[in-house]
């Protein structure tokens, strides 16, 4: 069973930067597509991010142009790098497959106070 490992999260200022990282057991890594989402207090469970095997990217409408994905498949890690954070950018973050998630992982806390 894959097993995703996040970090990174922590508690920081509106404005600040974070970057997660997200370690997978999954042997197919390389060539599947990787995605982060994230889960606010109360709400449902949305999409962040992903990066296909080739590198392409696509990005909610809510974090374009101050997050970005990359991976690194000899580590088996996909990471979020984000900027400018605001205070609605709290949430649990969760990386996964895009296509057809597997079991989630416990998340990393992520708070930006105001």
């Known amino acids: 069973q894959v097993q995703f490992v996040e970090s990174g999260g922590g508690l920081v200022q509106a404005g600040s930067s974070l970057r997660l990282s997200c370690s997978a057991s999954e042997s197919t890594f390389s060539i599947r597509m990787m995605a982060w989402y994230r889960q606010a207090p109360g709400k449902q469970r949305e999409f962040v991010a992903s990066?296909?095997?080739?590198?392409?990217?696509n990005f909610a409408d809510f974090v374009k142009g101050r997050f970005t994905i990359s991976r690194d498949n000899a580590k088996k890690t996909v990471y979020l790098q984000m900027n400018s954070l605001k205070p609605e950018d709290t949430a649990v973050y969760y990386c996964?497959?895009?296509?057809?998630?597997?079991?989630w992982g416990q998340g990393t806390q992520v708070t930006v106070s105001s």
């Open positions: 996964n497959f895009r296509n057809g998630p597997s079991t």
């Open positions: 990066i296909s095997s080739g590198r392409s990217t």
